[in-house]
RNA sequence: GCUCGGGUGGCGGAAUAGGUAGACGCGCAGGACUUAAAAUCCUGUUCACAGUAAUGUGAGUACGGGUUCGAUUCCCGUCCCGAGCACCA
């Protein structure tokens, strides 16, 4: 390699690049006295379509973190790894007719030669792949705790199985706090005599992981069942045949056990406003009672969630889902017919089609309820704009202070009675619209009149619990995790059926078995189904169905901590010492899938005594995305995407991560312009020539004068600020000022300039590297100490006062920053531009703002 | 419809415990070096009006009000853009 005087970037980043591999530069140790810092990416899905330069943003300013902190004296851990099980890789597969195994790995190894061109500090030493059975084999583990424990609400922890078949076998299931889906009462006497096969039965409902019956997107046409995004609109995205919902049975998580501690640990998490608004959003919790409503003349009770009882003396009618089991039931003989029809057309639309229905329709099941406060006979309605699944699957309508209930009434013309005064309008009757503000007084509404909203919803759920028709309730709209998938590309369960009871299989991992065909059964089963070798296990029926795509990316941050251990999934020392995620980068459309999910997993982890925290990731920071430059999504089907090794070939890393930053605040989108990149191109080629005078190497050992002094302090000062508030942009203007002013003191002072390249490291690591070796180091500059600003080099003299007559600047006067703001006053007031301004006029008032700024008041 | 963000030059964007709006870069215009080009460097660049010019005056951070000596920053209302949720009782 020859000393050349130019900067020749591709040289240079290729020597340093190998040079970082050899000397493992970045591997890092569980021994250490420094302090740890755990700075994650979201790992990528890798796509054959490769990267482009949307995809390094958060990398770029992860690296910048990252290398920060590692000069700062933190012993850092930065992994990076693959999500590579997944959807599109079978469906590549059933294409190209290529094992999604072999696309998989020729996608991971075209990744990896992109990542590296960058220059990125990752160990590599710790990658992990989801779909590597040494990996998987622990995903698969953590499903069988979860498996092997149910919740218990008392003590708001997992437990095992164990304790709660003792506890059955003691008190059945009775004085126990759990979070279930049984709908049984049993005695220890009838568990105890139960069937093995039905005990199991029983305790599915118990389990965190457990058997369900979920509704899925089947497709007739292609023979499988669809994930939700590949729905689109009602029809497949592949071929636009159409899905209809089904039943079917699959595993799930209990995540709604912890959706209490979902939510408070949102207020322990330096996450956006918004990915926390989201998430809280998407658990959905609202408090409220339970009440039961009896039927006139029939035994069936109908069992409500409202969240507001203080309007039960307005509650005209109910509605019940179509779906309600007791729905036929009550039906009068002459209404029985029309409810059944319309129930059976409810069921077998689709949500897209509920959704497009904006109408309400419904149907009248000719039955009555008695109102428990007003004593009055109110109808009972079945309409689909009740959902079975949230709540119990049946409303009181309080049409007066609910829109939905509004609209129906209006439609059905059924009564509307107001019993909420709102706080400032007056009630005209008939109502146009529903008073559904929470800020009013109650009236016709016997002993609740004349108390707000909040009292009288306090003192309704009071009087229904004396009276023992209802309690308070909180619910919930998070719904249990579907675990289960009709496909190949996943992690096998490690279950086995006997007589249709499963059983955990212990020798991990099980391994996903080499297929011929991975396209689909045509029943909705599985491609793994048809191996029917495979499927007979010793010990039974093996699950056929894989997990979903989010099962091995909803743990990795705790594989990467001690990626090699067979004995467990990451052993307790290395946990220990690493612990959470410090900084976690990544998108935000993440925000209800991965980031929720990896929160449940690491807080069951954190019950069982595995970690001892509950959050996996303290910080979060979601990048932007970068558009093309038409301002559209980058992609292939614009023709707008730019491939981050052609920039690196024309330009270099180091421009590409300078100019990646320099774009604009991380967390916006904004569109890629080639031309821009020329300008940081420019800088780095000026930043360069700062060590040369024509092709000689010029670097002196002259001392710094105060002014080139102040020059850098005040660059460390604002990159040491702008680092951690992960303001990359503003550092890298601060840069260019910097050099600009370097370079026109045409400063070339040692002292100067080795700082100013411990303070670029991070940023642009090779040609920082290169410079510091031509200095004469021969420890990388990655292992040097950050440079810390001293104020005395930043101190002024003389501020040069804006004086602003009447709020606006007319002129500048300097004085001495400790100058006495008396002596300002005075001394102004006789500047001649003032006084062309004050006309002679003596002023209200004058304001000194020390070293801000002066106003005079005419 | 509801919730959360956000509207600053031709463009990407700086500056908010209220204190010189437009840093830095792009683009554009002019110039230096060169036979020429590339590279590099220098000067100017919010808008309008006046002036040959230095410069001066006025307006200006989506729009309309308010608080303040002073508002891009704080408060109220309106409009627009983006994201999320969407019959969740």
């Known amino acids: 390699m ?48 490769g990267l482009h330069v949307g995809h390094p943003l958060g990398y770029i300013a992860s690296d910048i973190v990252a290398r920060y902190k590692r000069l700062s004296g933190y012993n850092v851990l930065h992994p990076m790894g693959y999500d ?197 959003n998407w658990i959905g919790r609202s408090e409220g009672a339970e009440i039961d409503f009896q039927i006139q003349n029939h035994t069936q009770l109908v ?27 009550i039906c009068s003989p ?115 009149n004349g108390l707000t909203v909040k009292e009288a919803i306090n ?40 007589n249709g009871t499963p059983q955990l ?44 795509g989010w099962a091995g990316s909803s743990w990795y941050f705790l594989r990467y901590i001690d990626p090699n251990n067979e004995n467990v999934f990451a052993g307790s020392k290395s946990l220990e010492y690493w612990k959470q995620v410090d900084l976690y980068v990544g998108g935000s459309e993440h925000a209800t899938g991965h980031l929720l999910y990896s929160r449940f997993w690491t807080k069951f982890l954190h019950d069982l005594g595995y970690i001892s925290w509950d959050e996996p990731f303290q910080k979060l920071v979601n990048q932007g995305m970068i558009m093309g430059e038409d301002g559209q999504k980058m992609s292939k089907r614009w023709g707008n995407v730019v491939n981050p090794d052609d920039v690196c070939a024309q330009y270099g890393a180091d421009t590409l991560r300078l100019y990646e930053m320099f774009l604009g605040p991380l967390e916006d989108s904004k569109p890629w312009n080639t031309n821009g990149i020329e300008g940081v191109s420019r800088f780095l080629g000026k930043f360069w020539r700062l060590f040369y005078e024509g092709e000689q190497w010029a670097v002196t050992n002259e001392a710094p004068s105060p002014e080139e002094l102040k020059i850098l302090h005040k660059t460390i000062k604002k990159v040491s600020e702008d680092i951690p508030q992960m303001s990359f942009n503003t550092s890298v203007s601060a840069f260019m000022v910097c050099v600009n002013e370097l370079t026109s003191l045409k400063c070339k002072k040692q002292a100067v300039l080795e700082p100013l390249l411990v303070l670029m490291a991070p940023f642009a690591p090779h040609i920082s590297e290169e410079l510091w070796s031509r200095l004469g180091h021969s420890d990388s500059i990655h292992t040097a100490v950050w440079p810390k600003y001293d104020e005395a080099n930043l101190k002024e003299d003389s501020f040069s006062y804006p004086i602003s007559i009447n709020g606006k600047t007319r002129t500048q006067i300097a004085f001495a920053t400790d100058a006495d703001p008396k002596e300002i006053e005075s001394a102004i007031l006789e500047n001649e531009i003032v006084l062309k301004w004050t006309e002679g006029k003596t002023p209200k008032k004058v304001i000194v703002v020390k070293n801000r700024i002066v106003n005079v008041v005419v």
């Not at 897209?352 to 009972?380: C, L, S, Y």
């Open 84 to 280: 590579a099980f997944g959807l599109p890789a079978e469906q590549y597969a059933i294409q190209t007719g290529q094992h999604p195994a072999v696309t998989t790995e020729a996608n991971i190894k075209r990744f990896r030669e992109q990542l590296d061109k960058i220059g990125f500090s990752f160990d590599w030493n710790r990658q992990v792949k989801t779909c590597d059975p040494q990996y998987y084999k622990w995903t698969q583990w953590i499903f069988g705790l979860f498996f092997e424990h149910w919740y218990d609400k008392s003590q708001q922890k997992a437990r095992p199985i164990k304790e709660l078949t003792a506890h059955f076998e003691v008190h059945g299931n009775q004085n126990l706090n759990a979070h279930h889906n049984c709908k049984e009462i049993f005695s220890a006497e009838t568990w105890n005599s139960l069937s093995g096969e039905a005990k199991e039965h029983l305790l599915n409902h118990f389990r965190l992981a457990f058997i369900d019956e979920t509704t899925v997107n089947w497709c007739a046409e292609l023979g499988t069942v669809l994930a939700n995004e590949e729905v689109v609109n009602g029809v497949s995205e592949r071929g636009g045949y159409p899905v209809v919902r089904k039943k079917m049975k699959q595993w799930s998580l209990r995540i709604t056990a912890y959706a209490d501690r979902l939510l408070e640990g949102l207020n322990r998490v330096d996450w956006t406003d918004s990915i926390k608004e989201i998430q809280r």
């Open 505 to 548: 299989l212990d020798e991990l991992p099980v391994e996903l078995p080499k297929v011929e065909s991975y396209k689909p059964t045509g029943t909705g089963e599985s491609p793994l189904a048809a191996l029917s070798e495979w499927v007979q296990h010793p010990k039974g029926k093996r699950e056929t169905d894989t997990m979903p």
């Open 334 to 448: 002459e209404q029985r017919d029309a409810v059944s029809k319309y129930a059976e057309i409810a069921k077998n639309k689709s949500e897209i089609e509920r959704m497009a229905d904006t109408q309400k329709t419904g149907v009248f099941t000719g039955a009555f309820a008695i109102n428990p406060f007003t004593q009055e006979a109110i109808p009972v309605w079945t309409s689909d704009y009740v959902l079975a699944g949230y709540g119990t699957g049946a409303i009181m309508a309080v049409p007066a202070h609910d829109e939905r209930d509004f609209e129906f009434a209006t439609k059905f013309e059924l009564p509307i009675t107001a019993v909420i005064q709102p706080k400032d309008t007056a009630i005209e009757l008939p109502l146009k619209e529903a008073l559904s503000s929470k800020d009013g007084i109650c009236f016709n509404s016997g002993f609740l």
């Open 303 to 329: 069992r409500v969630f409202t969240t507001r009882p203080d309007t039960l003396f307005g509650a005209t009618y109910m509605v019940l889902a179509p779906e309600t089991s007791y729905l036929l039931d």
């Open 2 to 49: 020859s000393d050349s005087h130019q900067y020749q970037f591709q040289e240079i980043e290729a020597k340093w690049q190998q040079k970082w591999a050899e000397n493992n530069l970045y591997s890092v140790s569980d021994n250490s006295e420094k302090p740890k810092y755990y700075v994650l990416d979201m790992f990528p899905y890798p796509s054959g379509a």
């Open 459 to 498: 003192k309704a759920i009071e009087e229904v619990e004396n009276r023992g028709i209802g309690t308070r309730k909180v619910n919930y709209k998070l719904r249990e995790a579907g675990f289960g998938r009709q496909r190949y590309w996943g992690e096998p369960f490690p279950i086995v059926y006997n």
